[in-house]
Structure formats: structure tokens, C-alpha cells
């Protein structure tokens, strides 16, 4: 049986290997806005806030991000990276007009290697192609300490769990 998520009330399914809490975060590596390859995922010595999103191009994307990149800021030992399928120039531009500086903004659109590995590849409907929205906190050691996929695309995460996960993961 698929993994689901929700789309306007509207099953939608999953593609890819489904990561969940206690499983080693797959090492990805993705281009950040100005075309620098970064790697996320696996053990860095750091706690990592991975939240993938459908696009920094719709306005629940966009206060997402907006709202981590706020909140990162306040976390000491952590990395934070949003992941969606935005091309890195559209990225930089949404970076740009946005005052996002706290946090790095990755692209999938290549081989949507991140969405696949991490299960969140949205496998139907009108979406299709894009990542549904998912939040992962890795610990230093390379394992999901949290994760969240939001049941409902177009809702918000529960920004208040993941960072508190953030924070005790950078804390051990």
C-alpha cells in the first residue's frame, strides 16, 4: 500500500523509499540558489532541519519558509535547509525578495533524487512531480530524529515540534 497524503481533501500517493523516525537520513546532494552542490542527509556532525515543500511559489511554500528562516536563526549547532523543486534562479529570487539569509534553500529538480529517497515524491494528481510537504530533523549520528509529512498539502507543518526536535537534536 502507497504512503498518501492529501491534497484538498484528495488522497494523493507517494513515490520513493520511505524514511521515518530512527532510519539513517539518506545522504543527498542537491544545488543550492547559486548552483553550489550541497549534501544534507547521513551523519555531519550536526542536527539538520530538512522541510521540503511543493514550491517557494505558492503562499503556504512561502510563509513556510519565511517562518523557519525566522525561527532557525535562534538555534545554535543546526543547519536548515528548505528542498523544493524550484529551479535555483527562481529560488534566488523568492531568497532575494524575501530576506531569507538564516537558512539554505535546495533544489530537486534534477533527478528529484531527495524527494525519491525520502519518500515524498507526490506520485499523482495535479502535483505530480513535486515534493509533498515533509519535515525531517536528522541527529549528528545520521538519524531521523523527527519527522513530519503533513497530512494536508496546502496546511502549514507543526512548526513548534520541529523545532523543538531541532534543538534537542542539536543539544545531544
Same mark, same amino acid.
Given at each position: 500500500?502507497?504512503?498518501? %497524503? #492529501?491534497? #484538498?481533501?484528495?488522497?494523493? =500517493?507517494?513515490? /520513493?523509499?520511505?524514511?521515518?523516525?530512527?532510519?539513517?537520513?539518506?545522504?543527498?546532494?542537491?544545488?543550492?540558489?547559486?548552483?553550489?552542490?550541497?549534501?544534507?542527509?547521513?551523519?555531519? /556532525?550536526?542536527?539538520? *532541519?530538512?522541510?521540503?515543500?511543493?514550491?517557494?511559489? %505558492?503562499?503556504?511554500?512561502?510563509?513556510?519558509?519565511?517562518?523557519? $528562516?525566522?525561527? =532557525?536563526?535562534?538555534?545554535?549547532?543546526?543547519?536548515?535547509?528548505?528542498?523544493?523543486?524550484?529551479?535555483?534562479?527562481? =529560488? #534566488?529570487?523568492?531568497?532575494?525578495?524575501?530576506?531569507?539569509? $538564516? *537558512?539554505?534553500? *535546495?533544489?530537486?529538480?534534477?533527478?528529484?533524487?531527495?524527494?525519491?529517497?525520502?519518500?515524498?515524491?507526490?506520485?499523482?494528481?495535479p502535483l505530480r512531480g513535486?515534493?509533498?510537504?515533509?519535515?525531517?530533523?536528522?541527529?549528528?549520528?545520521?538519524?531521523?530524529?523527527?519527522?513530519? *509529512?503533513?497530512?494536508?498539502?496546502?496546511?502549514?507543518? $507543526?512548526?513548534? =515540534?520541529?523545532?523543538?526536535?531541532?534543538?534537542?537534536?542539536?543539544?545531544?
Amino acid at each position: 500500500m502507497p504512503t498518501l %497524503t #492529501k491534497l #484538498k481533501g484528495n488522497d494523493v =500517493a507517494l513515490y /520513493g523509499n520511505q524514511v521515518n523516525v530512527g532510519d539513517k537520513a539518506p545522504v543527498v546532494t542537491l544545488p543550492n540558489s547559486s548552483l553550489e552542490e550541497v549534501t544534507i542527509g547521513g551523519a555531519q /556532525g550536526i542536527a539538520q *532541519l530538512i522541510i521540503a515543500v511543493p514550491s517557494l511559489d %505558492t503562499p503556504v511554500c512561502a510563509m513556510e519558509t519565511r517562518k523557519f $528562516n525566522e525561527e =532557525a536563526a535562534n538555534v545554535e549547532n543546526a543547519v536548515v535547509c528548505v528542498v523544493s523543486m524550484d529551479l535555483p534562479f527562481a =529560488a #534566488k529570487r523568492f531568497c532575494s525578495t524575501e530576506g531569507v539569509e $538564516n *537558512l539554505q534553500v *535546495l533544489s530537486d529538480y534534477r533527478e528529484k533524487c531527495f524527494s525519491t529517497q525520502y519518500g515524498i515524491l507526490i506520485a499523482e494528481g495535479p502535483l505530480r512531480g513535486l515534493s509533498a510537504r515533509a519535515v525531517f530533523v536528522v541527529g549528528k549520528d545520521g538519524k531521523v530524529t523527527y519527522k513530519e *509529512l503533513v497530512p494536508e498539502i496546502t496546511e502549514e507543518p $507543526n512548526y513548534e =515540534a520541529a523545532l523543538a526536535a531541532l534543538k534537542e537534536a542539536a543539544a545531544n
